[in-house]
């Protein structure tokens, strides 16, 4: 008897875990644990975490979906990789459903270091299809790297969650981020690729204290950030801060249906259809911005065919360069400018300039560098109401002031690296840089602050390649030290 026993027990351990793959059944246990041991994990049928249970994914495991099938939580998942083993998670064939996780507020699920690739259908065709859809649910998502998905992240009633250092690169029609009713909600150094079709790259309705910063938004159908209302409720508390937005067909940031007490500082705003609009009794505030070779600089307007009213919007201490039109407002709208630089239209308002802002290397791609140099025309001429610059001088105007850097040591001089393409890229770079001493030392450092590569050149090396390519998508550093000074710059690998 004890010996059928066993032989029963390997069987239905070789029928579990065959060719070195696990197929996964539709109920797991209440807190599973998938292992690389037991990696790939194949499911054939829709997996439901049930409520109080939890999912743990250990790193580097790879799962299986097949179509039409759905990971759906009620419970909580923990998708733990690192960056030396992610998580994959993608179609068995060629498309699968996508990641549901159903009124999850009180248990927080953490995605990281995860890669999801070819979700394309939600469960019920009333919801929006995301690879991540999010209601009533508490999430966090971080280091993440979605791939060719129908949308990106849906979130719906997901107060406070975080989505942070992520790249988003799906092909095909669909927001990259849409969130609702999601109070202090944060999008930070985040890499969103082009966003197709009649859809923003991230896009925030009625949702209160929304932080989004310092991320890449290259290029789209529609809009680069745009928040507004849902159910006649607006947004009220969002900041826009530190962002690079590029080659977006309509507007880089668009502020709409009544949202109140909103932020929108130090972003680069490069080549879009209007760089910043207010519509429909939003209220917002530009300040320290930088907006190059947009059809519209700024636009503050009154919305046809939308009842909330006109816009609001006040500009300060920002750039608006090489732009078919500088300024414009409806009758019925608001705008005011003050110490503001336009290259050839003089703004009306207190303070205003037109002149030369010497962009350091301007270009209507994600290439162009916009610190300023020594002789622009922004310099020392911001509001002097404003805080001093770090070198106890009057504010720039711009993003960017004076001998600005990622962590500068000399204030004297200006020694920022001048382009480094393609960024991100693959791993291949090369980078244009002004030494200044005979011997230079360029290190790469990982998030971690770990030296991957080293080299010393002379410095009448103008232009430098470097092969990164084996090592793992992510965020680098890349650091040029010479005799008096130390620039950083911030790389990524897809």
Known sequence: MKARLIIISILLIFTKQFAGQTNLPSTLDCNEILTIAGSPYIVNTSITIQANCSLTVDAGVEIQMAENTHLIVKGKVDFIG???????????????????????????SIFNYVKIENARNSIDINQNPAALYGKYSSLEIKNCYFKNNLRCIYIYNCPNTLIKSCILDSTNTGEKILGQYCDNAVVDSSILYYTHGDCDAIDFDASKNVVISNNYLYGGDDDGIDIGQTDSVGCDGVTM???????????????????????????????????????????????????????????????????????????????????????????????????????????PGIGNITGDPMFFSPLPNPSGNFHLLPLSAAVDNGDPAFALDPDGSRSDIGRYYLNQNTSVTNLNQYREFQIIYPN?????????????????????????????????FFGNTREYQIDLSYQSSGIYYLKHYSKNNLSIQKVIIY
């Open 82 to 108: 690192t960056a030396a083993q992610p998580i994959f998670i993608h179609a068995k064939d060629t498309i699968w459903g996508n990641i549901f996780l159903d009124s999850t507020n009180t248990q927080k």
């Open 241 to 347: 801060e530190g962002n690079y937005i590029y080659n977006f067909v309509n507007k880089g940031i668009s502020c709409g249906e009544y949202c109140v007490n909103v932020d929108v500082n130090y972003n680069v705003i490069v080549g879009c259809g209007l760089g910043i609009g207010a519509k429909s009794g939003a209220y917002v505030i530009a300040d320290h911005n930088t907006l190059y070779h947009n059809r519209v600089g700024i636009n503050s307007y009154h919305h046809l065919n939308q009842i909330w009213g006109p816009g609001h919007l006040t500009v300060n201490n920002s750039i608006i360069d090489d732009s078919d039109t500088t300024w414009n407002v409806d009758p019925t709208a608001f705008l005011s400018v003050f110490y503001s630089l336009s290259n050839d239209t003089l703004i």
């Open 424 to 456: 991100p890229g693959n791993g291949n770079f090369t980078i244009r840089l002004i030494p200044d001493y005979k011997i230079n030392t360029l290190i790469v450092q990982n998030i971690l602050g770990e030296t991957i590569w080293k080299n010393d």
